[in-house]
């Protein structure tokens, strides 16, 4: 965890403004010593980071667990925020106001996320929980049960004329999230203005309320499909660093419906479930952006994830500690052979990546 979240996050804030005075990062790694042709492009690069203030970084775990990974870029965003003259309490507020966001398809590891990263906060504010402030840390709900509007086609609701358009958005994102516990973070979702949307479904629920059947329905819409519109707002932005372990699964242990998908929507990367987050985390970043991973290590080298490599060369691999088995404790043998690694949204030709 300390390595992937100091060599993304905290090589974000530092190759723009610096390492932090005090932070003890016992896992960053420097980088390669660069040709003058790479140094250059570097050089211009990271003149966005120096535009970057802390509170404008999003971070994010799509597949969270009960948090670990948060509660530790927690402490390193703190740095960053100390480190720009911020003090520790708005700090705690702005962290999670506006930096960390997570999803887990588990109820009770988002609860526990949710109750780390809060506990987090208040080591640094003794008065945060008073404070009406919650974390961008959510379990992954489904729309099952939620009715389409096409559902109601030739209903009669009188005189009530509604926004198609709307309308349409509302039914695509109850047919995105059906089942979609399944399916976790992989949903691919296109960014929309999902403000306005829900806005308009608590401006029908309103008008409508005379007609009983079109009230039932506006009502449990404005119940449920807030919570829809938050994880789609989620799953649609680009992040400047997406850090997680993902799930390890392979196409054998997948049940029909996730297997379709995976083969539908990840036809590079179906093998496994950890090379489908590969692909899905490295869709997430910005440009600019930093995706550290720890996954098995196959990626790199069986012929299924052939297609998936040459993916991965579009961008630069910063550095990478192959760690081989008996990387997790509580994983005996040699089963699971794990590498973790830092990859940016960009290629730089010809750079030099840190190996471990």
């Excluded at 927690?74 to 100390?82: E, G, K, N, P, S």
């Excluded at 958005?169 to 203005?193: C, M, N, R, W």
């Excluded at 910005?286 to 998936?308: C, D, R, V």
Aim: net charge negative; charged share 25%.
């Amino acid at each position: 965890v300390r390595y992937m979240v100091e060599n993304s996050l905290g090589r974000l804030w530092t190759e723009g403004h610096g390492k932090p005075e005090h932070a003890d990062w016992k896992y960053y790694l420097e980088e390669a010593e660069q040709e003058d042709n790479v140094r250059a492009e570097l050089k211009q690069l990271r003149e966005a980071y120096r535009e970057i203030p802390p509170e404008q970084i999003r971070i994010i775990d799509p597949c969270m667990g009960s948090g670990h990974i948060l509660v530790y870029a927690f402490d390193v965003l703190m740095q960053i925020y100390t480190s720009a003259g911020w003090d520790q309490r708005e700090a705690a507020q702005s962290i999670l106001k506006n930096n960390l966001f997570g999803l887990d398809i588990d109820d009770r590891a988002a609860q526990l996320a949710y109750f780390a990263v809060m506990m987090k906060a208040r080591q640094y504010d003794r008065r945060f929980l008073s404070r009406g402030i919650q974390p961008h840390v959510y379990a992954i709900e489904e729309s099952n049960g939620l009715s389409t509007w096409k559902a109601f086609s030739g209903s009669d609701f009188g005189q009530l004329t509604l926004d198609q358009t709307y309308i349409a958005q509302a039914d695509e994102l109850i047919d995105l999230f059906h089942d979609a516990k399944e399916y976790g973070s992989i949903l691919k979702v296109e960014p929309t203005d999902y403000d306005n949307l829900q806005d308009y479904l608590e401006e029908i629920r309103q008008k409508g309320s005379e007609n009983i059947l079109f009230a039932a329905w506006s009502a449990e819409m404005a119940d449920k499909m807030p919570k829809l519109i938050r994880q789609a707002k989620l799953l649609s932005r680009k992040y400047d660093v997406v850090v997680t372990n993902p799930p390890y699964m392979g196409s054998s242990g997948m049940n029909a419906k996730l297997s379709k998908y995976v083969k539908d929507n990840y036809p590079d990367s179906k093998s496994d479930l950890f090379a489908v987050f590969i692909e899905q985390c490295g869709a997430m970043i910005k440009p600019n952006g930093y995706q550290a991973m720890i996954t098995q290590h196959a990626w790199m080298f069986l012929s299924s994830y052939e297609k998936l490599r040459e993916k991965l060369k579009m961008n630069s691999i910063v550095n990478m500690a192959h760690l081989g088995a008996r990387a997790f404790d509580e994983i005996g043998g040699e089963v699971v052979q794990t590498t973790a690694f830092v990859s940016c949204g960009r290629r730089v030709v010809d750079f030099k990546g840190t190996y471990v």
